[in-house]
């Protein structure tokens, strides 16, 4: 039996909250402020979704051939079925094929096909958390493996 050998590029890293920290309010601080004042109100600073969502999307693009997603950055459009997220910015997730794993090859395989193109839901501002949307939770990992709400 002849194997293929599955070659994929991890070009991404894992970073530390410390990072994360910076990366986030540098954004908050050089776009958010920025676009929640073109808005009139808070814009969406993050977007959120189950494991599961995620894995069910990522196994719709493998059944049609993919290896890779593409996030894409949008805002969301007059007539979206949830009113509040007029004008927001969004992620939409793009189903893709690279013949050799990498970024420089890859295509997208949205050809007919609706479920490899996926925006999650809910926007946060302005569904937060829990309490109706009122507080910004994250579920922070420690190094001591235990996990913490803020």
Known sequence: ???IEKKSVNVGNY????EMDTITTSYKQN???????RLGRADSLSVWLTVDELEGFLDR????????????FGVIGE???IPEQVGMQTVVLVGNRSKDGS????????????????MPAPLCPP????????GRAALIS?????????
């Open 1 to 3: 039996m002849n194997t």
């Open 15 to 18: 970073i530390s909250r410390s």
């Open 31 to 37: 776009r958010w402020a920025e676009n929640s004042d």
């Open 61 to 72: 693009v493998k059944s049609h051939g993919g290896n890779g997603v593409r996030i894409h």
């Open 79 to 81: 007539g979206y079925k």
């Open 103 to 118: 970024l420089e090859n890859a295509k997208q395989i949205i050809n007919g096909y609706d479920g490899d193109i996926y």
């Open 127 to 134: 569904f937060c958390g829990t309490g109706g949307g009122k």
């Open 142 to 150: 420690r190094k001591d493996n235990s996990m913490e709400i803020i």
